[in-house]
């Protein structure tokens, strides 16, 4: 697999669109200070393919790939695989619960010449290629097929992430036999093996089924053929002849049926005229046509005359005037008289109420007159009041005072004081103002009620004018209606004359009905009869139609009677003609009756001969006798060929199955699939230690023992130690060296289809010293160099970067990552 493109958006540090073009990139480095995004660079290459990323910790790492504050990443990865080029695309989205899913994954396989920098002219998914795989479901196997390598070898072989570099080298024997067994895919052969097992057991089974279907064909000896050869023979004579007599017996059965359907035909005719009878009562229906026809007529002359004194009832009802207006002039004589006593009653009850109003204003008046007298009254109470309040004043003034003293109020001598007065006086005073108070409050209520009771007769007074007007108008809008109208007696003269008249009418319009109702009856009765006439007639042409063969006589259509009198007569000669022929048809049919039974009893005889049922239809049952007899000889000859077929198959089968057991049993033990392990790992070492040898200036060599690593120190006297005890510069060199020689060798030792075009290592060169690192970047430019592979490493050592020709820097700002090419 060697990488093309990479284009991002939104994938973790790369928030914004970004694009890395591998293309002529056969060696190049990916370097920038620490954090900037390097390492991820290789995580997008991973997610594209694989769906995760290792330093992610599987699926559930998901979230990962979404930038800060984004809600979709995407990743696009252009490569070459086995000469094929392919595009695979992931997207992942947050949904509105936070939780990152992927949105979409597919693999599309590239058409020959393909320009991927036409990837930015906007082209849809569908204009890339063929889809290998659409869903995310699809996409291992698409993979799979496409890289030629899982995830887990893949991040072995082809991209080597942080942290998982130095694992080969430090694995425990048996899951470095597993990793080897996954990276050459020898489990091929444990699958080989399984398949063997389940190929001789298919082959077994196969032998039981075969020998129980030999078992069933047991029975088809020669001796068995012989008897089924014999059978056929014996029933194709037997048809021989059936064959002969069968022509018998039908002519015999022809004659039968013949002479059996002209007898048949003549008793038909037979029973025809036979029922050629005159019904019962068809002379008189016409007579009963006639008397119906007589009585509708006497019906319809009686409502003649009804509707012609209905008429004239009608007319003079008209004359004698309108009743409705003649009831309301009557009625207008009614309310004039009601009104005229209405009027006198409001007139007498108007006068009533006058007299009443003029007596109420007198007393209001009067009550008015009193209320002021106690007004005034109520004055002078006040006025006493406040003269009485003086005079207490003063008397008490003077209960001091004594002939000589100076007055306290004028200060002069008083020469002589007064007597005291008895009682006082403002005590007389508001005793007398609360009598004039009294007074003054039942006089203002005498006045109030007084003025209600006049203004209540005012409005009756009012009331009895309106209404006596009222019925003065009316009086006079009835004296002008009746003005030249007859007189009241009159007009009930004339309405019980109508009256009368229009009793006698509805007698007559009775009468009409009940005319008519009969008129309706009589009709009906003639065109019942008309239907039995009718009716009469037609089974009359229906008995005629049915002899009509025969050619009957003419009918008289003016008779009923006599046209079925003649029909009768006539079929009755018929009948008597035909009875004489019957008699030579009835002989015909028995003797070929008895023909027909001989020719049956001599075929019965030959079933019989022939140890067979006697059938229904001898020429079917012969037939199907033959058949059955051809099909069972038929059946035993191709059981025999199935017989030999079998005994064929058993043999193929049992070599089949014998191969597949001894397959199966070299397999078992392992022993094939431990001699590759063994191989593979001793290339595997020598290959390492070669590379390690140069990588450490000649101080290590690379072995194993029992599958563990082991480093040999020429610099201590060829000490062989773990390595384990090796320094982290030291245990980088042994693991690029394992790196590299897995990578050189898996595609000679593997299995698989895998293709290794590219190897990028992301891991730290910088615990190397500068002679190390120097051995190391020439190794590196030495497997570059070779043209069949990319290689690209992850670093932020200038002195290596420097020396590789291509290079990707990584720049990050507080918003995104950036790549930007230099070198050549």
């Not at 597993?178 to 052969?189: A, E, F």
């Not at 050629?276 to 006497?298: F, H, L, M, Q, S």
């Not at 897995?742 to 030792?749: F, H, I, K, R, Y």
């Not at 002195?799 to 020709?805: F, K, T, Y």
Request: charged content about 25%.
């Amino acid at each position: 697999m060697r990488p093309m493109r990479l284009d991002m958006a939104g994938f973790t540090v790369f928030r914004e669109e970004t694009t890395v073009d591998f293309t002529d990139a056969d060696f190049f480095a990916l370097v920038g200070p620490t954090g900037s995004g390097k390492s991820t660079v290789l995580d997008a290459i991973c997610f594209a393919l694989y769906g995760t990323v290792p330093r992610w910790g599987g699926a559930r790492g998901l979230g990962n790939a979404l930038a800060p504050s984004v809600t979709e990443a995407r990743v696009r990865l252009v490569f070459e695989s086995g000469g094929a080029r392919y595009v695979a695309t992931r997207v992942v989205r947050r949904d509105s619960r936070g939780n990152a899913k992927t949105a979409g994954a597919g693999l599309q396989l590239m058409p020959d010449g393909f320009d991927a920098t036409k990837l930015d002219t906007g082209l849809s998914p569908e204009d890339l290629g063929e889809v290998v795989a659409g869903t995310p479901g699809e996409m291992d196997a698409a993979v799979l097929e496409a890289v030629g390598l899982p995830y887990e070898q893949f991040t072995s072989c082809v991209v080597l992430p942080q942290g998982q570099f130095a694992d080969f080298l430090h694995a425990r024997p048996a899951t470095r036999q597993q990793i080897l067994v996954n990276l050459l895919g020898l489990g091929v052969y444990e699958r080989v093996q399984q398949r063997a097992t389940a190929r001789a057991g298919q082959a077994d089974a196969k032998l039981e089924a075969v020998d129980q279907l030999l078992a069933g064909l047991a029975d088809v000896d020669d001796a068995t053929l012989e008897r089924a050869s014999d059978q056929l023979e014996r029933m194709v004579a037997l048809a021989e002849a059936v064959a002969v007599a069968v022509p018998e017996l039908e002519a015999a059965h022809s004659t039968a049926r013949e002479a059996g359907a002209a007898l048949a035909t003549l008793d038909a005719e037979l029973a025809a005229l036979g029922e050629v009878r005159a019904p019962a009562g068809v002379a008189e229906v016409a007579r009963a046509v006639a008397d119906a026809r007589a009585e509708a007529d006497a019906a319809a002359g009686a409502v003649s005359l009804a509707e012609e004194r209905e008429e004239k009832l009608r007319g003079e009802l008209a004359a004698a005037g309108d009743e409705s207006a003649l009831r309301m002039l009557l009625r207008a004589y009614a309310d004039r008289e009601k009104l005229a006593g209405q009027g006198d009653a409001v007139r007498a009850a108007m006068e009533t109420a006058g007299v009443e109003h003029e007596a109420a204003v007198r007393a209001l008046i009067g009550a008015r007159t009193a209320a002021e007298r106690a007004e005034q009254e109520l004055a002078a109470a006040f006025q006493a009041h406040e003269e009485a309040k003086a005079t207490d004043q003063a008397a008490t003034l003077r209960a001091h005072l004594a002939a000589g003293d100076t007055c306290p109020v004028c200060e002069q001598t008083v020469l002589l004081v007064p007597p005291m007065p008895a009682g006082s006086a403002v005590a007389r005073a508001v005793a007398a103002g609360k009598a004039a108070r009294t007074s003054s409050e039942v006089a203002r209520r005498v006045v109030t009620e007084r003025d209600t009771a006049a203004r209540e007769l005012d409005r009756v007074l009012l009331r009895a004018r309106a209404e006596h007007d009222g019925i003065t108008g009316r009086l006079a809008e009835l004296d002008e209606r009746l003005a030249g109208a007859v007189t009241a007696e009159a007009l009930r003269a004339t309405l019980a004359e109508q009256a009368r008249l229009r009793q006698g009418l509805d007698e007559a319009t009775a009468a009409v009905r009940a005319g008519r109702d009969a008129a309706r009856r009589a009709r009906g009765t003639v065109d019942a009869a008309q239907e039995r006439l009718r009716a009469a007639w037609r089974r009359f042409d229906s008995t005629r139609d049915a002899v009509a063969r025969f050619g009957p006589p003419a009918a008289d259509r003016d008779d009923v009677a006599a046209a079925w009198s003649t029909l009768a007569g006539w079929a009755v000669r018929q009948a008597d003609r035909r009875r004489a022929e019957r008699a030579g048809l009835a002989t015909t049919v028995a003797d070929a009756q008895a023909t027909a039974a001989t020719v049956t009893t001599r075929i019965a005889g030959i079933f019989v001969g022939a140890d067979l049922p006697v059938p229904d239809e001898p020429v079917r049952a012969v037939t199907v006798a033959v058949e059955r007899a051809e099909a069972d000889r038929r059946r035993l000859v191709e059981r025999r060929e199935q017989a030999a077929e079998l005994r064929e198959q058993r043999v193929e089968h049992e070599r089949r199955a014998q191969v597949a057991r001894a397959l199966a049993g070299h397999l078992r033990a392992n022993n094939f699939e431990r001699w590759l392990l063994a191989e593979a790992l001793d290339l595997l070492v020598d290959g390492a230690s070669g590379i390690l040898r140069e990588l450490s200036a000649g101080q290590y060599d690379l072995v194993h023992d029992k599958g563990e690593f082991f480093v040999v120190d020429h610099h201590d006297a060829g000490l062989r130690r773990g390595v384990r005890t090796l320094s982290g510069g030291e245990t980088f060199q042994a693991s690029l060296a394992l790196a590299l020689a897995l990578s050189e060798q898996l595609a000679g030792m593997s299995t698989t289809s895998a293709s290794l075009e590219s190897i990028v290592l992301d891991e730290g060169f910088g615990t190397l010293d500068a002679a190390t690192l120097d051995t190391v970047a020439a190794t590196l430019e030495n497997l570059a160099a070779r043209g069949d592979r990319m290689v690209g490493v992850v670093t932020h050592v200038p002195a290596l970067a420097e020396r590789i020709p291509v290079r990707f820097e990584v720049r990050k700002d507080a918003r995104s990552a950036r790549i930007e090419r230099t070198g050549r």
